[in-house]
């Protein structure tokens, strides 16, 4: 029974209410590997690269997604260890609510469900500027269709989910595998000139830097846009199977992941399409370097086909954006306190959060603002706003991961107990993309002032600063005001230290490290879950070893 006398400064940890909890753990391994893939491979990569070549050039875009990239890389093994230890809906929101602080928690969480849900309306714009490809008439109508598929598909079982962005995944790999073969054969004399390409592109006026440090600090938020939704893997960690022995495997592979779909394909892109190619990126439409390098290849059906599975990798971002975002709203709905009105935390009978699902979904409307504003011009507002948002994210996995290595070490558990641990990443790892980011962030905007001031512009990188800001105070004053009748006693001498809690504001709202509770949330092997494990050593050891060998490395 509880202490009547116990201080009042107890530590608030984040605890989802079980109780109220309904999803389900039916995402395979299968499916959260491509989920994995899902989230690096998109928009960003398939539209974003137009954008950050014609702005920055090649060896801007080359340096930069490499340098982000090896970034979101140490980040997903930070976010790994805690994800494998704390399998919980919400992820590193969560962790930063329960190893940072409350009130940052709370902000941050609020921020990645509205980035989410602005992302489902940049990819549904990033539809039309597709579209544009063959038509330019009343684009809007595929943003509707995508729109009202998207909600379907989410509103049913998480399997109708999951197996849909296993096949599109499957669809946008064997794309871009296709891709680098095709970009070398363009590169070494294969195309419609006969002519060997080279490098010839890295010394055209302007390349390989375009725009100065301004081109290359722009780069870096199309980047964080592309490489954005790998962190979402945290979240899949509550609705998988087995996530101890699953997300350990789905982050290793990570590395090789970026290395071949981004610096490959990148390093390509610049080689094959000048920065200046007509249409390239501006205002009124974007062109795919994908496209454009099938173009140089001599196939205009070929350049069609490639088109369709850029509209397809559309549908598959918008449908990875809105699973996320919909996920977020309910874990903020369960959590103890709640952090959203309850109402988002009730599912259906199949463990769907449909509430959250349609209040996420609602914020897809933006996308229509290509009514208004041109569709390029309003997809690189958007797309700004969702980079900066998705560094934001990598920062506070970076803090929360710091505050629980600490906390482990602090708290005398020895490192064999963890499920997962990145061993090379300590203990530098933290440090390095909280201090990394915070520069980023800074110096990306500097495009928007040097040498022109763009109110517009600058308002998409900065804007989510001074939001974050504003809802971490709220949240201050909402628990002030919520704990201001209770009693107040000082602790015994024997008690923990106090927090600071209970006297004045407490502005810090800081989780003590030594006090956060290290036990909460562990994940434990459900005899489905051993079943399982040892159905798949049975055969990896049995007749048939080394077909299933195969499988298990190709799926």
């Not at 029974?1 to 299968?30: C, F």
């Not at 989910?161 to 064997?174: A, C, H, I, P, R």
Request: proline fraction near 5%.
């Amino acid at each position: 029974m509880e202490d009547p006398h116990a201080p009042v400064a107890a530590l608030p940890t984040l605890a989802v209410n079980k109780k109220r909890a309904g999803l389900h753990r039916a995402l395979s391994v299968r499916q959260v590997s491509m989920i994995a893939i899902a989230g690096t491979i998109g928009t960003g990569l398939f539209l974003g690269t137009g954008r950050s070549l014609a702005q920055g050039g090649p060896a801007s875009m080359l340096i930069c997604y490499g340098l982000v990239g090896f970034i979101v890389y140490v980040t997903l093994l930070l976010l790994g260890e805690m994800a494998t230890q704390y399998p919980v809906a919400g992820s590193f929101n969560v962790y930063a609510t329960r190893f940072v602080s409350p009130a940052f928690g709370f902000a941050l969480s609020w921020n990645y469900w509205f980035n989410d849900a602005v992302s489902v309306a940049s990819d549904l714009t990033a539809a039309q500027l597709v579209l544009q490809y063959w038509t330019t008439g009343h684009t809007w109508i595929v943003s509707l269709v995508f729109w009202i598929f998207l909600v379907a598909i989410n509103a049913a079982h998480v399997r109708a989910y999951g197996e849909l962005e296993y096949w599109l995944s499957s669809l946008k790999v064997v794309t871009v595998v296709v891709f680098i073969i095709l970009g070398v054969l363009v590169n070494v004399g294969v195309n419609q000139q006969h002519e060997f390409i080279g490098t010839k592109n890295w010394r055209i006026p302007g390349a390989p830097f375009v725009g100065g440090f301004g081109g290359f600090a722009r780069v870096f938020v199309t980047a964080s846009f592309a490489y954005g939704g790998t962190e979402s893997l945290g979240i899949t960690a509550g609705e998988t199977k087995n996530p101890t022995k699953t997300m350990p495997k789905v982050v290793k592979f990570v590395f090789w992941r970026i290395l071949l779909f981004y610096v490959l394909s990148i390093l390509l892109m610049g080689l094959n399409v000048p920065w200046n190619y007509p249409g390239l990126s501006n205002k009124e439409t974007t062109t795919s370097p994908f496209t454009i390098v099938f173009q140089m290849a001599g196939s205009r059906v070929a350049a069609s086909f490639m088109n369709t599975v850029i509209l397809t990798s559309v549908l598959s971002a918008g449908n990875h954006a809105l699973f996320a975002g919909t996920r977020v709203l309910y874990s903020l709905a369960v959590n103890s306190p709640p952090q959203a009105p309850t109402l988002f935390g009730r599912t259906t009978n199949a463990g769907v959060p449909l509430p959250a699902l349609l209040a996420t979904s609602s914020v897809s409307v933006l996308c229509f603002g290509s009514s208004f504003v041109n569709n390029g011009e309003l997809w690189g507002w958007l797309q700004n706003i969702v980079g900066v948002s998705n560094q934001i994210a990598w920062l506070s996995i970076g803090l929360a991961s710091w505050r629980f290595r600490r906390a482990w070490i602090r708290q005398g558990r020895p490192l064999y107990e963890m499920k997962f641990v990145a061993g090379w990443t300590w203990p530098w790892g933290p440090p390095f993309v909280v201090s990394l980011l915070i520069i980023h962030i800074w110096l990306q905007g500097w495009s928007s002032v040097i040498p022109h001031f763009s109110l517009v512009y600058f308002v998409s990188f900065y804007v989510e600063i001074p939001v974050m800001v504003v809802m971490y105070f709220a949240w201050v004053v909402v628990k002030r005001q919520s704990s201001i009748s209770l009693p107040v006693s000082l602790p015994d001498e024997e008690d923990t230290p106090a927090t600071g809690a209970e006297h004045g504001w407490n502005i810090g709202d800081l989780v003590d490290i030594q006090a956060v509770d290290l036990t909460l949330d562990e994940y434990e092997e459900d005899p489905e879950d051993v079943a399982d494990d040892e159905a798949q050593r049975q055969k990896l050891e049995g007749r048939w070893r080394w077909f299933w060998r195969l499988y298990y490395a190709v799926v």
